[in-house]
T-cell receptor, first 114, second 113 residues
Framework: AQSVTQLGSHVSVSEGALVLLRCNYSSSVPPYLFWYVQYPNQGLQLLLKYTTGATLVKGINGFEAEFKKSETSFHLTKPSAHMSDAAEYFCAVSDANQGGKLIFGQGTELSVKP | EADIYQTPRYLVIGTGKKITLECSQTMGHDKMYWYQQDPGMELHLIHYSYGVNSTEKGDLSSESTVSRIRTEHFPLTLESARPSHTSQYLC????????????FGSGTQLSVL
């Protein structure tokens, strides 16, 4: 069975600092990996995804993530945090056998201090 | 960007009432999903559909039911609401293919008193 673990339910960084949100997954077959962001009172929107090919994936708003098969990780990073990045971030996994269904992690709330 | 709509946005009702949460999308997607989200917790899939007249239960058991009579419409119904049903309900849709992204609605925050 697939699963996703996000390390740290709450991360706080200063504006301009590096953002690192951790995600580890478990999957018996090659995974599809996603990061979604949820701003207050809104639905989730896709930041980036990995399906095949290049393991470093670039997304919207300056975020990127690297698929590391040996570490079963898909950590999300951004070199310089902005106040507008404050939101809830969800890592998710799927595979070709799941018909598009996603398994989500518990989420990480990112706070950005001025 | 998203063309998927959920109504109502907030709903406060009493125990025992029947409710229907509406979800519609204008993108022509065959695949649609309902997720339940509690504060600080992961999203749990409770229902999904791969097309008209197709509905399946998700990974999390739910007393709710769904229907898919039209491609664009995927309502969720609770016959008799209870306080344990208090949660946020998120509807989503996607194109064909396992790696396709989900488009989410803004959600319905349900409170059962």
């Amino acid at each position: 069975a697939q699963s996703v673990t996000q390390l740290g339910s709450h991360v706080s960084v200063s504006e301009g600092a590096l953002v690192l949100l951790r995600c580890n997954y478990s999957s018996s077959v090659p995974p599809y990996l996603f990061w979604y962001v949820q701003y207050p009172n809104q639905g989730l929107q896709l930041l980036l995804k990995y399906t095949t090919g290049a393991t470093l994936v670039k997304g919207i708003n300056g975020f990127e993530a690297e698929f590391k098969k040996s570490e079963t990780s898909f950590h999300l990073t951004k070199p310089s945090a902005h106040m507008s990045d404050a939101a809830e971030y969800f890592c998710a996994v799927s595979d070709a056998n799941q018909g598009g269904k996603l398994i989500f992690g518990q989420g990480t709330e990112l706070s950005v201090k001025p | 960007e998203a063309d998927i709509y959920q109504t109502p946005r907030y709903l406060v009702i009493g125990t025992g009432k029947k409710i229907t949460l509406e979800c519609s999308q204008t993108m022509g997607h065959d695949k649609m999903y309902w997720y339940q989200q509690d504060p600080g917790m992961e999203l749990h899939l409770i229902h999904y559909s791969y097309g008209v007249n197709s509905t399946e239960k998700g990974d999390l058991s739910s007393e709710s039911t769904v229907s898919r009579i039209r491609t664009e419409h995927f309502p969720l119904t609770l016959e008799s609401a209870r306080p344990s049903h208090t949660s946020q309900y998120l509807c989503a849709s996607s194109e064909e293919g396992p790696g396709e992204k989900l488009f989410f609605g803004s959600g319905t925050q349900l409170s059962v008193l």
